[in-house]
Antibody, heavy 115, light 107 residues
Framework: QIQLVQSGPELKKPGESLKISCKASGYTFTDYAMQWVKQAPGKGLQYMGW????????TYADDFKERFVFSLETSASTAYLQINNLKNEDTATYFCARGYYGSHWGQGVMVTVSS | DIQMTQSPASLSASLEEIVTITCQAS??????LAWYQQKPGKSPQLLIYGATSLADGVPSRFSGSRSGTQYSLKISRLQVEDIGIYYC?????????FGAGTKLELK
């Protein structure tokens, strides 16, 4: 069956970096784009952008153009989200989702940024 | 960016009641709209895509419709397991944008 399995929770300090993984299984990885979505505590869903899994080209929403990097390891059917220079406001759960409509979602990674 | 105005922000309804949630797009998005349900502590689940198509495994009491740039999600007979937060998403133009969400509770 189709699964997206994300890496575990993270506790970081401001200014640090992190890299979250999203490993896909049960389908051909390059057949579907991968989207990334942020959900701050108690808040709604915020679209971060997506990555073309055939070309590796990322597209970022305006709020995520500066410190955020989407990447792939196609041989491992894995997508990554890197966040640099972490800020307190990056505290959130981050989801990966398959395809343009997000037919399948990862379980989410809770990221806490605190000094 | 395309704005999605979702209403109501919260809704209290009784079991077996008909529930309707709407999203108004700030411009034409065709049928590039999806609806999601999210339960506390869980990932969102796709309910409707292409404005009117039911996602795999979703009960038939859920349906989507479109009138111009207004999109609606209808639950024909509310069940206990339908409680949660519902979001719309426009996938017509990058960046995709979500509605603010509708919290559905039991009366």
């Amino acid at each position: 069956q189709i699964q997206l399995v994300q890496s575990g929770p993270e506790l970081k300090k401001p200014g640090e970096s992190l890299k979250i993984s999203c490993k896909a299984s049960g389908y051909t990885f390059t057949d579907y784009a991968m989207q990334w979505v942020k959900q701050a505590p108690g808040k709604g869903l915020q679209y971060m952008g997506w990555i073309n899994t055939q070309t590796g080209k990322p597209t970022y929403a305006d709020d995520f153009k500066e410190r955020f990097v989407f990447s792939l390891e196609t041989s491992a059917s894995t997508a990554y989200l890197q966040i640099n220079n972490l800020k307190n406001e990056d505290t959130a759960t981050y989801f990966c989702a398959r395809g343009y409509y997000g037919s399948h979602w990862g379980q989410g990674v809770m990221v806490t940024v605190s000094s | 960016d395309i704005q999605m105005t979702q209403s109501p922000a919260s809704l209290s309804a009784s079991l077996e009641e008909i529930v309707t949630i709407t999203c108004q797009a700030s411009q034409d998005i065709g049928n590039w709209l999806a609806w999601y349900q999210q339960k506390p502590g869980k990932s969102p689940q796709l309910l409707i895509y292409g404005a009117t198509s039911l996602a795999d495994g979703v009960p038939s009491r859920f349906s989507g419709s479109r009138s111009g740039t207004q999109y609606s999600l209808k639950i024909s007979r509310l069940q206990v397991e339908d409680i949660g937060i519902y979001y719309c998403l426009q996938a017509y133009s990058a960046p995709n944008t979500f509605g603010a969400g509708t919290k559905l509770e039991l009366k």
